[in-house]
């Protein structure tokens, strides 16, 4: 027997007995006559003890034992004169009689400790032995407790784990494919999905109700912010629903996991209109752990004499501000480095203008010679501003102005400390739009992806002005991140061609890409929809990672590498050959 017990289960229950232990070295100690190692395996972290008195030559072994040595130890569980609270084992430690150097370890690049002395790129090269840190093994181990209650709670509500295949065809979702080349069929390709999309609507059409798959989605983007090429979603479909459905069903299943895993009751979510959450916070998943909504000032501004003011109603553009209270007293160097936060190149707002409203009663502004104190003192009306708080401006193009609002406002938040580490902001985003103009020529793109149904009521707009329709599709939003999107699908033949064709396919193309999803809709299909969570999202924010490789065992780096094995690699010449590429010199 390799071992009798783990190193995390021996309490005083277990004094007296004769026990085996198999676990990592995680550091040793030599106090004169005693030598203590920290045995470590995935359940914790058992003392084990040697006395050269009693046993000087095992005594000198371990003490020549490495760090991450893999050993096993045999011996006796004795209550510790020096009891530690903080461990689950911490009453009692092992008399070892017997050791066994199973492996050794060359010493590790960095220390295996939750504060560790690595930098994440090394970590991410020895992921393995990042991973038995336990900070990481908590993240790993809470993941999949997750999982297991969302397949709990779906089981329990009919649904049906289906896996679909990973060599497809393009499922678009608005970033490029992963191309896989065919040895068989020279010059064609599979794409790798960037969702099941398309597949799990056929399974409805399939008949199969309800359908989930716990899967890795693929897309090729570039790098911008949190993301990985390839990610986890809980994929879930079901048939004959409306959004109201759906919404409760998977509010359910959140609830359910906090529960599971957390031992959290949350409330019921409440329901964001896109546009609203827009308007008041400048983006579509805000973080309302705190207040603090943007005010529009247009109509405010109209009649001054300030001329940033003037050119931007005239232009349609956007004044608003946010209440930053009880920041009456920043410094010169505080609104300075707010002004640099607004104009850093990816927000570029020009400027940024603040009204004070002093502790010592006085109001004053940045803009003071252009606006009465009068005026001044109508505008903080709008903001409910009080003694001690300091209104930011921003005027600019509506979209702009928006964004750099929304995140100045939680730029605010973090200097502030106005967010919670326990809080829970959970709530759904609904009537998002169903399509939004191409930055670049301004014509309909999808918003989401090309099977939402539009919003009943929006129909009318369709061929007139498409940008106006809404989709009967909704996001989750947790603590400022998007966790989920899902839609009511389009199951009209017609409907789904007409998409297709403000989308801007051909004829040809429509047949190309989604010749096959749209003859399926010739068959029977059923009103269905659904959503996909973001996996590793949600592990990340249940584990207080800071970013999604930190919810991931294998994860890439910034730049799309695994450090690990070093991919993406270059092949030879013959593998290329036998799928048909030739590099051109
Ligand atoms: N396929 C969508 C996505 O990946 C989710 C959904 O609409 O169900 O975002």
Redesign the pocket.
Known sequence: MYRTHTCGELTIKNCNSEVILCGWVARTRDLGGMTFVDLRDRYGITQLVFNIDINPDLCTQARKLGREFVIQATGKVTERSNKNPNMLTGDIEIIVDNLHVLNTSDVPPFTIEDETDGGEELRMKYRYLDLRRPIMLNRILVRAQMIKAVREYLDANNFIEIETPNLIKS?P?GARDFLVPSRLQKGMFYALP????IL?QLLMVAGMDRYYQIVK?FRDEDFRGDRQPEFS?I???MSFVRQEDVWHMFEGMVKYVFKKVKNIELPDFIRLPYLDAMKYYGTDKPDLRFDCKITELNDAGKGSSFTVFENVIQSNGLIAGINAKGCSEYSRKQIDELTEFVKAPHRGAGGLIYVRFAKDGTIKSSVDKLFTQEQLTQIGKLFYAETGDLLLIVADKINKTRKVLGDLRLEIARRQGWIDKNAWGIFWVVDMPLFEADEETGTPVFA??P??SPHADDLQYMDTDPLKVRAQ?YDLVMNGNEI????I?VHNKQLQEKIFSILGFSEEEKEKRFGFMVNAFKYGAPPH????F?LDRWVMLMTGGETIRDAIAFPKNNSGRDLMMDAPAEVDNEQLKMVGIRLSE
Not at 484 to 487: E, I, K, P
Not at 529 to 532: E, H, K, L, N, R
């Open positions: 499922t979702e960037q969702s099941p999309q799990k989605c979603q994929d879930c479909e989401h992806h099977f939402c599709s989920l999107s899902g839609s699908r929809g659904g959503c996909a973001g």
